[in-house]
């Protein structure tokens, strides 16, 4: 059965990037652009934090490019036809805090997100991570990950954690037993400083050809009534929106009606949109297989 659907098809996409990443290429209009045609009601772009003492400089802006970036959304805001936000990608890492705490709160963000790519000095989700995987100690590796995001929750300097079980992105998974021993304390600090997680379909790009989080982290954060923000992790236009037809089906078949709005930093609920076409029994991709 096909059930038709006139409201809007696609949430907000809280997850774009620029060119001052380092590693995205198109101008900010063309994101814009990209979302009218798509139908994507509201966009932010939420570029990587610069850092100071050279961490991870080759993904991120420097601190003297900051103000560009900042005036580059600011001027697309004006004359936009759908809300354009202003927003920042923060990566926690230990020591963060030194420089993150009072600079974030200097600037005018209408959305923080909170993301952890590094392991130590192992920034795991680069692509030239993929030979050390199969060396790694899998489960340790998730470990050290979601203990990092309990310490990212309990910094209260974030909104929303990004992809949250990004691990996985090459398809390196431990078993179900072990991801729900290990995820569950990390959501409940996440529940406890009142942030949201984000659906993240870039994993769909990926190995794992799955979204971030999987649906059993994500069922484990409907339990504990954690919002959810959506984002295509746009790294080009043509990646704006993407996926969220899968996005907002899993949303809804974990038990999900409503997605986090940001202005400001403050969130409120809105609905959350079904898609265009609802076919009735349709399936979500599946997770990915643990590691051998």
């Known amino acids: 059965m096909t059930i038709m659907n006139s409201a809007p098809a696609f949430p907000a996409d ?39 003492g050279g961490y991870d400089a080759r993904h991120r802006m420097s601190m003297e490019e900051f103000p560009r970036y900042a005036g580059c959304v600011s001027a697309l805001k004006e004359g936009a036809d759908r809300p354009v936000l202003f927003g920042v990608e923060a990566d926690y890492y230990d020591g963060c805090e030194s420089f993150l705490r009072d600079w974030l709160r200097a600037q005018s963000f209408d959305v923080v997100l909170g993301s952890i790519h590094y392991i130590g000095d192992w920034g795991f989700d680069c692509e030239t991570a993929l030979a050390q995987w199969p060396k790694a100690d899998v489960k340790a590796v998730w470990k050290q990950y979601f203990r990092l995001m309990i310490k990212l929750a309990d910094s209260r300097m974030y909104d929303v954690v990004a992809h949250p079980d990004l691990p996985k992105k090459f398809g390196f998974c431990p078993a179900d037993r072990d991801i729900r021993e290990m995820a569950q304390p990390a959501l409940d600090r996440v529940a406890a400083a009142g942030m949201a997680i984000e659906l993240n379909t870039s994993g769909l790009r990926w190995p794992v050809r799955e979204i971030y989080p999987s649906p059993l982290a994500l069922s484990l954060a409907f339990e504990r009534g954690i919002p959810i923000t959506f984002g295509s992790d746009a790294h080009s236009p043509a990646d704006v929106g993407c996926g969220f037809d899968q996005a907002v089906r899993l949303a809804r078949q974990i038990g999900y009606t409503t997605c986090g709005r940001f202005r400001a930093r403050q969130q409120t609920p809105a609905p959350l949109p079904l898609p265009a076409y609802v076919t009735a029994g349709a399936g979500v991709r599946g997770r990915a297989r643990p590691a051998p």
Do not use: Q, W
Request: proline share 13%; net charge neutral; with cysteine.
């Open 14 to 52: 809280y997850h774009l990037h620029t060119p001052l990443c380092k590693h995205a290429g198109g101008e900010p209009a063309a994101y814009l652009e990209s979302a009218a045609r798509k139908g994507i009601p509201a966009i932010a772009f939420v570029d990587h934090a610069p850092a100071p």
